[in-house]
């Protein structure tokens, strides 16, 4: 019950200030980040470009690297696996493409000795010696190109058979067409026996140094991935003193050129040796179009 005080008021009942309670502020969970596709190579580091030919995820520093500029993959990026894949297909085209030419070299020479014997022995003793050697080149370049010759020959004999039996002018008729065919063959033979000498001399004079340069493009792919792996083993540590004298990357042709000229020359680099080891793959594969 209320007390009234000496001077007949109520007294006031002030209560404390009450505690406010301040819940804590929610926490959030942030799920762990999705890194996405990795280098096939180099899974510290996350892919941006896949490989053309084999579809392998690479990283910036691969991508950088094995660009193609030129041929078949201008434009695109070809990993590793694949530039080693290509190195040993361009030896085996080019080592059977060379076989070839030579086994048809070997027999164009058998067969331009032959036919210049043949075309000597043609115009007989009783020639001048101008004619003979005329009558000896000529059979000469359709000696070089025998089975060709063989086979227009038969053909043009096989129409002249029809002629005489169809009654499309008879013998006479026949010999004609025969004659002025096989001069057309000795013309097409003479042509087509220069044209494969001299396709054969380029081919061999422009993939003679291919074998070399394509083992040596696939020697700085190999020292920059293990200047890629050395390096990161080993974070931290200068490049002089990984290539110190006894070191892993002493005799790294990457690191050199890193050393020397920086990354994006050694990058350049590599991307040559990437664009001229596809660009050789075409020159060797288009053999049969060119022979």
Known sequence: MNQKTQNGTIPTFTPPGAPTFTPP??????????RGP???YHNWDPAVARCARCGKYICQDCAEAYGVSG???AGQYLCYDCCQQLVAQNVADLKKNKSTIWAHFILSIIGMVLGFIFGVALVGSSGDFGAKIVA???Y????????SAMKAYLSAIWEAIKMCFSGEGGWIAAIIFLIIRSIVIGIKCIILSIVNTVRYIVYLKKTSHFIESDTAALQQMRDYMEYTMVCNQNKGVDLESLMSE??????????QVVRNNGEEAADAMLRQATTMIAENGEIIRNFPAAA
């Open 246 to 255: 006894g070191s892993a990357l002493y005799n790294n042709s990457y690191a």
């Open 136 to 138: 000896g080149l000529i």
């Open 38 to 40: 990795v280098c096939h």
């Open 140 to 147: 000469a370049c359709i000696g070089s190109v025998f089975l």
């Open 71 to 73: 041929g078949e993959y």
């Open 25 to 34: 502020k929610a926490q959030t969970f942030t799920p762990p980040v999705n």
